[in-house]
């Protein structure tokens, strides 16, 4: 099986990946919608994203990018994510990494490095190697980026703002390869409609038949201002009755819009 995921080598979503694919089949991509984009032409049987991370909050170019391209989702990965400053040492001006882990890094980087440029590049892995060619760069990343590269110090080690850091992932595959088996099922809504109460009859199909929602989120249409698609995850599979009357009666709330089931998956925790 070969796999597509952020790049370069030594990415959080890289590691992700190795949870589905061997190393030598992993290749990478330099944003989140390209690597759907591989994916959903047939380019890879695989693409490892990020979605979501605990301090941070969704990855809004993958949440998109599921709503734009006909994929599946087929399996759930979260990790935890453990940040290291990576230099060449202490004489550095500019701290590069992706948006996100600069986020996830926020109190750290204020408190010890108040007067530093922050630059977000198209990974955490990107970020290091930039300090790997600069002295005046630093980089935030998993500390494994140093493994083995001589001009690299590790100046920090666990500089998240919260111990429990985490990020959840998804494995999307083509289309075809959706699977109705599996503890959890994603949902993409876009009702085409804005009256009172709207969003409540939306999850209320859940509700009554006792489904458990772990993520609701809103994402604009990019139509019109205030017009959402909605993302949604509920702990039941497609291979039950409940779920697919469920998504029944909201294809019926939905009727100006569409329901796209992106599929059911299990969860993988992936401990380092
Ligand atoms: O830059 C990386 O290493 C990634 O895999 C991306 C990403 C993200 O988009 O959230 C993945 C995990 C961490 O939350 C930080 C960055």
């Given at each position: 099986m070969t796999a597509v995921t952020l790049g370069p080598e030594g990415t959080y979503s890289h590691r992700a990946a190795q949870a589905i694919a061997d190393a030598d089949a992993i290749d990478f991509r330099q944003s989140v919608t390209s690597i759907v984009d591989a994916v959903a032409t047939g380019e890879y049987d695989r693409g490892v994203i990020p979605i979501e991370n605990s301090i941070e909050g969704s990855v809004t170019e993958s949440l998109d990018a599921l709503a734009e391209y006909d994929v599946a989702v087929v399996r759930e990965i979260v990790t935890p994510i453990k940040h290291a400053l990576l230099a060449q040492g202490p004489g550095f001006e500019t701290i590069a990494s992706h948006s996100q882990a600069l986020a996830q890094c926020r109190s750290y980087l204020e408190r010890e490095y108040p007067d530093a440029t922050l630059e977000a590049v198209a990974s955490t892995a990107q970020?290091?190697?930039?300090?790997?060619?600069?002295?005046?760069?630093?980089?935030?990343?998993?500390p494994a980026n140093a493994d083995n590269a001589t001009e690299l110090e590790v100046l920090a080690e666990d500089i998240q703002d919260q111990d429990s850091n985490a990020t959840r992932f998804f494995a999307v595959a083509p289309a075809e390869d959706r699977s109705k088996g599996g503890g959890k099922t994603t949902l993409v809504v876009y009702p085409n409609a804005n009256y009172p109460g709207l969003l409540l009859e939306l999850l209320e199909p859940f509700a009554d038949r006792d489904i458990n929602l772990t993520r609701v989120e809103s994402r604009p249409s990019g139509r019109r201002l205030g017009d959402y698609v909605f993302h949604v995850d509920i702990e039941a599979g497609l291979y039950e009755a409940r779920t697919n009357e469920a998504i029944a009666e909201l294809e019926e709330?939905?009727?100006?819009?569409?329901v796209r089931r992106l599929g059911s998956y299990d969860l993988?925790?992936?401990?380092e």
């Open positions: 970020g290091v190697e930039f300090a790997r060619e600069d002295p005046t760069i630093a980089g935030i990343g998993h709330l939905a009727e100006k819009g569409w993988e925790h992936v401990v």
